[in-house]
């Protein structure tokens, strides 16, 4: 089944304890990206990857960090978590950019306290 | 830098009654553009989407958006709602030339339709 899964789904962490949110999808899509979602904002990008190894900055890209070393993965890393990045995470991925159809992931709910 | 706005963070409706909620971006150039659709417990995921061409364009369960370059709006339309189209929706815009590899987003509607 074509799908973009994220672990975890629900975290609970304290300020400044490094955390990864992993993400993977099995359609072989070139195009990655994560997003926050806060109520009354919509969706902000974080950052987003056209492909291996090409990674670069969203809207919202401070506090986070990511890597694409291999197609299918495309993990969201919080060096030093604080209490404003408490949020709802989504990963997408798309054949060739943001004008393709997105597939999003069941998405992560960080706490941080 | 770009922006979309929705006018209306929560709809309300009555099953059979006709709905429009309301996009406009900011951008004056060529735009892709989009309406995702997230029902309770699940992904988000693709209602419709316009790149060029008729520019009313109609997408799953019903739903069309039309493209009004002249207003920059991008509205989406519902002749009938259901109870099963209870979910929150989102515009999205890619603008090409401006920020070619990103989605911007609006805030979201929440439609709650009563049975």
């Known amino acids: 089944e074509a799908q973009v899964t994220q672990n975890p789904r629900y975290l609970i962490t304290v300020t400044g304890k490094k955390l990864t949110v992993t993400c993977s999808q099995n359609?072989?899509?070139?195009?990655m990206s994560w997003y926050r979602q806060d109520p009354g904002l919509g969706l902000r990008q974080i950052y987003y990857?056209?492909?291996?190894?090409?990674?670069d900055k969203g809207d919202v890209p401070e506090g986070y960090k990511v890597s694409r070393k291999e197609k299918r993965n495309f993990p969201l890393i919080l060096e030093s978590p604080s209490p404003n990045q408490t949020s709802l995470y989504f990963c997408?991925?798309?054949?060739?950019?943001?004008?393709?159809?997105?597939?999003f992931g069941p998405g992560t709910r960080l706490l941080v306290l | 830098a770009q922006s979309v706005s929705q006018h209306n963070h929560h709809v309300i409706l009555s099953e059979a009654a006709s709905l429009e909620l309301g996009c406009n971006y900011s951008?004056?150039?060529?735009?892709?553009l989009f309406w995702y659709v997230q029902y309770p417990g699940q992904h988000l995921q693709l209602l419709l989407k316009?790149?060029?061409?008729d520019p009313l364009v109609k997408g799953i369960k019903g739903f069309e958006a039309e493209f009004i370059k002249s207003k920059f709006s991008f509205n989406l339309r519902k002749p009938s709602v259901q109870w099963s189209d209870t979910a929150e929706y989102f515009c999205?815009?890619?603008?090409?030339?401006?920020?070619?590899?990103?989605?911007?987003w609006g805030a979201g509607t929440k439609l709650i339709i009563k049975p």
């Open positions: 999205a815009v890619n603008a090409w030339g401006d920020s070619n590899y990103q989605l911007i």
């Open positions: 997408a991925s798309s054949w060739g950019g943001p004008q393709e159809t997105q597939y």
């Open positions: 316009y790149f060029s061409g």
């Open positions: 359609m072989n899509h070139e195009y």
């Open positions: 990857s056209m492909n291996v190894e090409v990674t």
């Open positions: 951008y004056g150039g060529t735009v892709n």
